[in-house]
């Protein structure tokens, strides 16, 4: 079946705008999660969300960052007002149920921020 | 905090030569083990996971066997070819769903 899909793969803006990323999961996971791939910082946990409910969302870097998840599936990234620190791949992850230490995180292909 | 940390590449191998890279952790409880790959211009994909002390995961040639006692997932395969050229993330589950990953290991495989 199809895997995560993400949208745009790649995505360049001016400083200052905001972005919005797209992550399409795997049909019928309800556990979602947003990671960010950086030079500086490796791979870091961003948020998760089980079903429409964004119960950790721990790891956003600023009150900039925000998401959401509607019908239990799509998902969107916003970046406000964005930074040059703020370039990064942008990756969405899902997996099949309530979201614990055992199960597989089948990740998206990523979007490749790069903010001038 | 719980961490992982994976030896520094880049590592160039000829084909059909062993492949080793180390992975150590530190983690509170017991926590699952996860060795994912990123090939060229690909997402990342899980190579193979553990779930508790002792037990080996395996695929594609890889194994990695969990050891509690040294707190290591070492990933290792026998005989590695072009087609394994990649970067390797170690990778591991604390207490709940956080992914938290390893630095990466870049992985070149010459023919």
């Known amino acids: 079946g199809a895997g995560v899909s993400q949208s745009p793969s790649n995505k360049v803006t001016e400083k200052g705008k905001d972005v919005e990323l797209r992550c399409d999961p795997i049909?019928?996971?309800?556990?979602l999660y947003w990671y960010r791939q950086s030079l500086g910082q490796g791979l870091e946990f961003l948020i998760y969300?089980?079903?429409?409910?964004?119960?950790?969302k721990s790891g956003l870097p600023s009150d900039r960052f925000s998401a959401e998840r509607t019908g239990g599936s799509v998902s969107t990234l916003t970046i406000q007002r964005t930074q040059q620190e703020d370039s990064a791949v942008y990756l969405c992850?899902?997996?099949?149920?309530?979201?614990?230490?055992?199960?597989?995180?089948?990740f998206g292909p990523g979007t490749r921020l790069l903010v001038l | 905090g719980d961490s992982v940390t994976q030896m520094e590449g880049p590592v160039t191998l000829s084909e059909e030569a062993f492949l080793t890279i180390n992975c150590t952790y530190t983690?509170?409880?017991?926590?699952?083990l996860f060795w994912y790959v990123q090939y060229p211009g690909e997402g990342l994909q899980l190579l193979l996971k553990?779930?508790?002390?002792?037990d080996k995961g395996s695929n594609k040639g890889f194994e990695a066997t969990y050891r509690k006692e040294t707190t290591s997932f070492h990933l290792e395969k026998g005989s590695v070819q072009v087609s394994d050229s990649a970067v390797y993330f170690c990778?591991?589950?604390?207490?709940?769903?956080?992914?938290?990953f390893g630095a990466g290991t870049t992985v070149t495989v010459r023919a």
């Open positions: 992850a899902s997996s099949s149920h309530r979201g614990s230490r055992q199960e597989t995180q089948y």
């Open positions: 049909s019928g996971h309800t556990a």
């Open positions: 969300f089980q079903g429409n409910s964004a119960p950790d």
């Open positions: 983690a509170t409880g017991y926590p699952s």
């Open positions: 553990a779930t508790k002390a002792d």
């Open positions: 990778a591991l589950t604390p207490n709940d769903y956080k992914l938290s």
